[in-house]
């Protein structure tokens, strides 16, 4: 089964940028949508993204026009460029693989975004 690794958090100001990666273990051509989701403290995880394999993308009205979705099916990569970084972007955030037929669904381990105001 294929695995997903995040990287690319960290602490930065409100108003930065940040970049985070997520490297899956196997290909993820057969994965027809990879996301992200976020868990800010006390609260449920949410979604943030996500991306087909075609390259369709749909986001969160919280981070549209701030954040953007990206894969690299060759690389096996998804990425989030996250721009203008508002407090309340602070949470863990986790890359997600989901596929209907045959069913699957992956997580990473999370990565920590933390936005000081």
């Known amino acids: 089964q294929v695995q997903l690794v995040e990287s690319g958090g960290g602490l930065v100001q409100a108003g930065g940028s940040l970049r985070l990666s997520c490297a899956a273990s196997?290909?993820?051509?057969?994965?027809?949508?990879m996301g992200w989701y976020r868990q800010a403290p006390g609260k449920q995880r949410e979604w943030v993204a996500t991306?087909?394999?075609?390259?369709?993308?749909n986001y969160a009205d919280s981070v549209k026009g701030r954040f953007t979705i990206s894969r690299d099916n060759a690389k096996n990569m998804v990425y989030l460029q996250m721009n203008s970084l508002k407090f309340e972007d602070t949470a863990v955030y986790y890359c997600?693989?989901?596929?209907?037929?045959?069913?699957?669904?992956?997580w990473g381990q999370g990565t920590l975004v933390t936005v000081s105001s």
């Open positions: 991306i087909t394999t075609g390259g369709t993308t």
């Open positions: 196997g290909s993820i051509l057969s994965i027809n949508v």
């Open positions: 997600n693989g989901r596929r209907a037929f045959p069913y699957l669904e992956v």
